[in-house]
């Protein structure tokens, strides 16, 4: 059974708009998140992260949502540009483990049209 | 400084074989963790080692093991290869296990195809 789900294989951006990518998750005890960026033929490459003691982190363009009572967390990307276009993993994990075992999402396909 | 380096890059084997996948971390680096990448279940979590022991382990069955070396390099091991183990392993380092602030790096992975 999926722990984190990004239910939204792919999204579509106009550049210069705003990009928002979804996660849930089911297991109460994840309370550290983290998003990822996946060039084609490239490792994940971190991008931001949030703990649950915050509802939000910023950094630059980039901006991500924690909603614990839903189980539901979302980064927002504004404005989008088209090397944004990637694939974007959400991942979780608990403080009972440590950061080597998180839990991925199965990516969604971020696609910015100039 | 020099990322997380991977080999080989790509590798053919057949059923039943045994591969041997190497990773070296970053330096200064000492806990390096291996997923496995496939379509259908995305990323998943293989193990981690941190100074030469294993400290996690996923949902893997016992064909695939790993080991660490003194010098932070860590090896991967998948014995008796089934179709369904072809798939892109990626390994990732960071500077301590356990912290969960701790930036985790990806190295590109090692595409495994098993014919």
């Known amino acids: 059974d999926q722990q984190v789900k990004q239910n939204s294989p792919s999204l579509s951006v106009q550049e210069g708009r705003i990009s928002i990518l979804n996660c849930d998750y089911t297991n109460s005890m994840f309370d550290y998140f983290l998003w990822y960026k996946k060039y084609p033929a490239e490792g994940p490459t971190f991008l931001i992260s949030?703990?649950?003691?915050?509802d939000k982190n910023e950094d630059g363009r980039f901006t991500v949502f924690l909603n614990k009572s839903a189980k539901h967390l979302s980064l927002h990307i504004v404005p989008s540009q088209p090397g944004d276009s990637a694939v974007y993993f959400c991942?979780?994990?608990?403080?009972?483990?440590?950061?080597?075992?998180?839990?991925f999402g199965k990516g969604t396909k971020l696609s910015v049209k100039p | 400084k020099a990322g997380v380096t991977q080999t080989p890059r790509y590798l053919i084997k057949t059923r039943g074989q045994q591969v041997t996948l190497s990773c070296s971390p970053i330096s200064g680096h000492r806990s390096v963790s291996w997923y496995q990448q496939t379509p259908g279940q995305g990323l998943q979590f293989l193990f981690e080692y941190f100074s030469e022991t294993q400290r996690n382990k996923g949902n893997f069955p016992g064909r695939f093991s790993g080991r660490q070396f003194s010098n932070s390099r860590s090896e991967m091991n998948v014995s008796t290869l089934e179709l369904g183990d072809s798939a892109l392993y990626l390994c990732a380092s960071s500077r301590t296990s356990g912290g969960l602030t701790d930036t985790q790096y990806f190295g590109p992975g090692t595409r495994l195809t098993v014919l």
């Open positions: 949030i703990s649950s003691i915050k």
């Open positions: 991942a979780a994990s608990d403080y009972g483990g440590s950061q080597g075992n998180l839990i």
